[in-house]
């Protein structure tokens, strides 16, 4: 971690801020716990999740749930149970929000074979 250390302290020249403090405070918190986040974001990274052969979504779905509760977010999901879209809010009583969208499937890596071929053949 002290390449990330060093880089934040050459990135800042004045350090006497509100603003600079908070993203110390972020910054600090990453440091603190990267093993456990890396870990985490390894689990899912892991987690097979091929939507064509109806292979982990579900699963895939309870790790994401999982994450969005662990932070201290209620989470429903709604569609088909096979399939389904996972839905996280974490209020913090702040006026603002945002809204963070990701797919948790992928396609089979035939595919990409087979658009490899089809590009190949008609140029």
């Given at each position: 971690m002290a390449c990330f250390q060093e880089g934040?302290?050459?990135?800042?020249?004045n350090r006497n801020t509100k603003y600079h403090e908070a993203i110390d405070k972020?910054?600090?918190?990453?440091?603190?716990?990267?093993?456990?986040?890396?870990?985490q974001w390894r689990a899912l990274l892991r987690q097979k999740s091929v939507s064509a052969y109806r292979e982990g979504i579900y699963e895939t779905a309870g790790i994401l749930r999982g994450f969005t509760e662990d932070i201290g977010g209620t989470v429903y999901c709604e569609g088909d149970p096979?399939?389904?879209?996972?839905?996280?809010?974490?209020?913090?009583?702040?006026?603002?929000?945002?809204?963070i969208y990701g797919m948790y499937d992928v396609?089979?890596?035939?595919?990409?074979?087979?658009?490899?071929?089809?590009?190949?053949?008609?140029?």
């Open positions: 934040r302290n050459m990135r800042f020249k972020i910054h600090n918190a990453v440091d603190k716990h990267f093993q456990e986040h890396l870990d096979d399939f389904p879209i996972v839905y996280g809010r974490l209020d913090r009583g702040r006026p603002g929000n945002l809204i396609q089979p890596a035939e595919f990409l074979k087979i658009c490899r071929d089809v590009s190949l053949q008609y140029g």
